[in-house]
């Protein structure tokens, strides 16, 4: 499996910040090649979430479903996906007075089909830009709600 791990520091209480990505209907707002998030139901297994989802990597749609794996409120949120594209995301929550150290660990293999058409070089690059990219966007999302709410 291939591993990004980046950090962000935000300006929201972690609480806030847990609460926004544990609904999988912001993904399409925040992540840049989700395309679409569907049947998002709670988990029966943890207080987590199961959901399906399009996703678009080196310009090929892939779809699959992900389901939460570990769900501790307001400190780490674990969600797999092993249908469509084997992933883990791991979200870290380190509150640090009012604000929030978010660490994301992005673990993923890359499908054979989408080597036979692209470098491997190449779809590491883009899935590192398209992870910065998203937390750019989770940070100036839940900043600016907190700001205006």
Not at 29 to 45: D, G, H, L, Q, Y
Request: hydrophobic share 35%; net charge neutral; glycine share 4%.
């Amino acid at each position: 499996m291939k591993t990004i791990t980046r950090d962000i520091q935000v300006n929201i209480p972690a609480n806030k910040a847990f609460d926004f990505l544990t609904d999988p209907n912001n993904l399409p707002n925040v992540w840049p090649n989700v395309i679409e998030v569907k049947n998002v139901k709670k988990s029966k297994s943890n207080d987590g979430f199961t959901f399906n989802w399009a996703y678009k990597m080196s310009g090929i749609q892939f779809e699959g479903k992900c389901e939460t794996v570990e769900y501790i409120p307001h400190e780490r949120l674990v969600i797999q996906s092993g249908n469509g594209l084997n992933s883990s995301i791991t979200w870290k929550f380190q509150p640090t007075g009012r604000d929030t150290h978010l660490t994301l660990r992005f673990e993923y293999d890359i499908p054979t089909s989408l080597l036979k058409r692209t470098k491997e070089e190449v779809v590491l690059r883009e899935n590192e830009h398209e992870v910065d990219a998203m937390l750019q966007n989770v940070k100036s999302r839940l900043e600016l709600e907190l700001a205006y709410a």
